[in-house]
């Protein structure tokens, strides 16, 4: 028997707690042991649940309890996680957590103290939902050097663009139905805007190059600009607008950035449609790989907390080696230095400026969109970019796209 403790029961606390007692007879299978749930933290009363006897609003009850041996951390955020987390990892608990705000602000912190206390701090469930990519990141590509991260790694903004693609849906109608549905942070803006797939991708870039990434050097676009127009120039290129993480190693130095981008339909990217993420990852060995699944939602999510639960019962005598060193403030390169292909739209008066900043570029039209033209910029510098735009009377707007 093992028993473990739950901190937070909104929707993935009360999925996982669902997932472990459902299934609990093959985990027992897989790992000889009954897995019992002794407390559940929340500030909330559940008077109706089937073992309110269970729940606390005290965290010592679990921390000084040494039959615990696994908290799962699913309350989100920083404060109180990080305190919780600390304390237990330090009484020599192990954690799981889905928590990407926590894990992408002191992860190697917390990765350390594990180590230190031959413990375990998992995560698989805080990028990508339901999509194993933590672990076989860290074990089964383990022998490659992986040079570049590209995801869709926000299942809320994708099944909104999705949703004002393929059904002509407003941005509000789809944001409400993807919060109806569980996908969305409790503050929609985190994903509208992007910080929930910045910090996801500054967790998968710690994981793969080694050193933390720290998010706030992070470029990040959220897609609550992307219009109507966009996504008809998109149409008309044979592309899809996605709301990408990317990042890439070069020269010991981490290019990352999170923006809308317009992807081509050969892209296996173009194709990942609703909640669903999917990440594609480049290595020396293996070249393209890719990872695809339910990036958000209840049961999902739950799945992979329950799998780093199942992975920590059979290593629970030993820290995996799990873990990333601290990285410097130079780590992250400025957007300004780095380089995109891009497609500017500009009023019609404006191709003669236009030209006069970028030499003899092409113009194209959407079908159903008037009064504007558009042009690619094939590899610029974003700083210069950002410089000439200024002095383009007629810019509409500029959009990254991938090859
Ligand atoms: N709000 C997140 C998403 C939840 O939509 O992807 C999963 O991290």
Redesign the pocket.
């Known amino acids: 028997m093992i028993n473990i403790a739950i901190l937070g029961y909104g929707t993935v606390g009360s999925g996982v707690y669902e997932v472990l007692k459902k299934n609990a007879e093959s985990i027992k299978r897989k790992t000889g042991r009954d897995v019992v749930i002794k407390k559940i933290l929340d500030i909330r009363d559940f008077p109706d649940h089937e073992e309110k006897h269970i729940f606390t609003k005290d965290f010592s009850e679990i921390l000084n309890d040494d039959d615990i041996k696994i908290v799962v951390e699913v309350m989100g955020g920083v404060s109180p996680a990080y305190s919780y987390t600390k304390a237990a990892l330090l009484q020599k608990k192990h954690v799981v957590t889905s928590n990407?705000e926590l894990v992408a602000t002191h992860g190697a912190e917390l990765l350390k103290i594990a180590k230190d206390n031959n413990v375990n701090y998992l995560f698989e469930a805080s990028v990508g939902?339901g999509i194993p990519i933590i672990r076989p990141l860290n074990q089964c590509l383990a022998a490659n050097e992986i040079t570049s991260i590209m995801g869709i790694?926000?299942?809320?903004?994708n099944y909104i663009l999705t949703k004002m693609i393929k059904e002509g849906k407003s941005f509000g109608e789809a944001l409400k139905r993807?919060q109806e549905k569980g996908?969305?942070?409790r503050n929609p803006d985190?994903?509208v805007l992007g910080h929930?797939t910045c910090r996801?991708i500054a967790i998968l870039s710690s994981l793969v190059y080694g050193k933390q990434v720290d998010y706030n050097l992070i470029y990040t676009e959220g897609i609550n600009n992307i219009t109507k127009e966009d996504i008809l120039y998109a149409e008309s290129l044979d592309s899809v607008i996605k709301l990408i993480g990317f990042s890439e190693l070069k020269d010991k130095k981490v290019f990352a950035r999170v923006s809308p981008m317009l992807i081509p339909s050969s892209n296996p990217l173009a194709s990942v449609d609703g909640?669903f993420?999917a990440i594609l990852v480049k290595g020396d060995s293996i070249g393209d790989c890719m990872f695809y699944g339910k990036?958000?939602g209840k049961y999902p999510?739950a799945s992979a907390v329950a799998a780093d639960i199942i992975d920590i019962i059979k290593n629970i005598d030993k820290n995996m080696k799990f873990y990333w060193e601290d990285g410097s403030a130079d780590y992250v390169v400025d957007i300004k230095d780095s380089f995109s292909t891009f497609l500017i739209r500009v009023k019609e008066g404006a191709r003669e400026k236009a030209k006069e900043l970028f030499g003899d570029v092409e113009f194209i039209h959407a079908r159903g969109v008037k009064g504007e033209v558009a042009f690619f910029l094939p590899s610029v510098n974003e700083g210069e970019l950002i410089k000439k735009l200024s002095q383009l009377e007629g810019f509409i707007s500029k959009i990254r796209m991938a090859e």
């Open positions: 990407k939902g790694l926000n299942g809320t903004t993807a996908y969305a942070e985190a994903d929930d996801k909640v993420n990036g958000a999510t």
